[in-house]
T-cell receptor, first 112, second 113 residues
Framework: GENVEQHPSTLSVQEGDSAVIKCTYS??????FPWYKQELGKGPQLIID?????GEKKDQRIAVTLNKTAKHFSLHITETQPEDSAVYFC???????????FGTGTSLTVIP | SAVISQKPSRDICQRGTSLTIQCQVD?????MFWYRQQPGQSLTLIAT?????????ESGFVIDKFPISRPNLTFSTLTVSNMSPEDSSIYLC??????????FGDGTRLSIL
């Protein structure tokens, strides 16, 4: 089965700085990679996703990059704000309706 | 995206008892999933629940412990049976329709005494 590794497990940045979270996966058949943000007491919320036919996708301050050859993908948050503080999970799947394999999560703290 | 409601949002239960968690969606969805998230951990899939068929359980989860119902395209329940302290977790349902990504409810926070 798929194995998704995520680093770092915790990340602290100053407000306004950038944050980068990295994930690797093992199944070369995976072709869908979503990122979820989980705030305290809430369920995971989809913030951005990317499919294998695209190398990069951006949505305002958030971007995701994918390197299929190396089997890794990354989340980039620019101009971080205190409300970005949360736990972020990456995931990999063969398609959106199939099982998602989640990374172990990154607890991001943005220091005002 | 679909609006997903889970009930109860939290509960404290005695060991040996059972609790049924409900997941209601505001639109019809083909696939519903149940996950467990242990404290400070990632999400682990318990089972996939499709309407009209038996739930498909992942390795390490069995129907006797986690029976699931899916009576229609907007509703599912997960029962946690004969609970022990090790069952203390957040239980999350998610839904998926068509080519859209999975969306999650806010979860049920379960503590077993």
């Amino acid at each position: 089965g798929e194995n998704v590794e995520q680093h770092p497990s915790t990340l602290s940045v100053q407000e306004g700085d950038s944050a980068v979270i990295k994930c690797t996966y093992s199944d070369s058949a995976s072709n869908y990679f979503p990122w979820y943000k989980q705030e305290l007491g809430k369920g995971p919320q989809l913030i951005i996703d990317i499919r294998s036919n695209v190398g990069e996708k951006k949505d305002q301050r958030i971007a995701v990059t994918l390197n299929k050859t190396a089997k890794h993908f990354s989340l980039h948050i620019t101009e971080t704000q205190p409300e970005d503080s949360a736990v972020y999970f990456c995931a990999a799947s063969r398609w959106t309706g199939n099982q998602f394999y989640f990374g172990t999560g990154t607890s991001l703290t943005v220091i005002p | 995206s679909a609006v997903i409601s889970q009930k109860p949002s939290r509960d404290i239960c005695q060991r040996g008892t059972s609790l049924t968690i409900q997941c209601q969606v505001d639109s019809q969805v083909t696939m519903m999933f149940w996950y467990r998230q242990q404290p400070g951990q990632s999400l682990t899939l318990i089972a996939t629940a499709n309407q009209g068929s038996e739930a498909t359980y992942e390795s390490g989860f069995v129907i006797d412990k986690f029976p699931i119902s899916r009576p229609n395209l907007t509703f599912s329940t997960l029962t946690v049976s004969n609970m022990s302290p090790e069952d203390s977790s957040i239980y999350l349902c998610s839904v998926q329709q068509g080519g859209q990504p999975q969306h999650f409810g806010d979860g049920t926070r379960l503590s077993i005494l």
